[in-house]
């Protein structure tokens, strides 16, 4: 019975790991929009100034140059930042709609309830950490801008050429898309907490869960530890998950 239930829960839960591989596209082709604006205009401000092959601006000329990218810079990574919080937010509203729906299917004797936008929107943008989803989305677009400036400032003082220049402005976006899935990731596994958390206790059949993590390589030493542990479903002090950024733990009723 725990094995049939373990690997009925696992398949649901690949289920919203797979939404957020799908659906996680979207958010980069937002990024890819604005980082080839941004390589545009550099190959513009390049045809202006630069000699033997590399960017050749004075201090004046680079201040002028800089208050243009910054401006543009910080325009577009917070239309980044709302596209990404949309786009965030509906990826995890289906993969609460959907798990909530394959468990309720899988326990029977739970009374199916309304997912109301109001409750979606409880679950999504509760506290975690400290914090909630949409600030993290935010922060992580202001370090891009941070990123962007600098590396802009430091290709004009030390003369790069345009390859260098834009190569290190796709790596940023690189390091973002990572950042962004990184998170995205996170959140699943927390809102997918919350599902299991609600269901859990809304049946009559479950008294006790066990954490089962992900168990390859890349497993944590906590979370390589807790694999097996069991807890009660109201125990006030059953460790929280996700445990750490990228945790994919999840819980099966015992």
């Not at 939404?19 to 513009?44: A, P």
């Not at 798990?99 to 943008?125: A, E, P, R, W």
Request: aromatic share 8%; hydrophobic share 35%; with cysteine.
């Amino acid at each position: 019975m725990i094995q049939d239930h373990k690997e009925k829960i696992l398949e649901i839960k690949k289920k919203a790991i797979e939404k957020v591989e799908q659906e996680v596209e979207g958010i980069y082709n937002e990024h890819k929009k604005v980082l080839g604006m941004l390589l545009l205009l550099i190959m513009e401000l390049f045809d202006k100034y630069s000699l033997e092959g590399k960017f050749n601006v004075n201090r004046y000329q680079r201040v002028e140059i800089l208050k243009e990218l910054e401006n543009m810079i910080i325009k577009h990574t917070k239309e980044l930042s709302q596209a990404d919080i949309n786009i965030s937010k509906h990826i995890l509203e289906d993969v609460i709609t959907e798990s909530y729906q394959m468990h309720t299917d899988l326990f029977g004797d739970i009374k199916n309830i309304t997912i109301t936008s109001v409750l979606l929107d409880d679950i999504i943008f509760k506290q975690y950490k400290g914090d909630i989803f949409d600030n993290r989305i935010t922060d992580n677009k202001r370090k891009l801008a941070n990123r962007l400036y600098v590396e802009l400032d430091k290709g004009l003082i030390n003369n790069v050429t345009l390859e260098e220049l834009s190569h290190n402005i796709q790596e940023i976006f690189k390091q973002t898309n990572y950042e962004t899935y990184r998170l995205l990731m996170t959140e699943q596994t927390r809102v997918f907490d919350e599902v299991q958390t609600k269901v859990f206790i809304d049946s009559s059949n479950v008294n006790k869960v066990m954490w089962v993590s992900a168990l390859c390589e890349n497993t944590c030493p906590y979370c390589e530890m807790m694999d097996g542990s069991i807890f009660t479903v109201d125990d006030p002090n059953k460790p929280e998950i996700p445990a750490h950024v990228f945790c994919q733990c999840c819980w099966v009723p015992i």
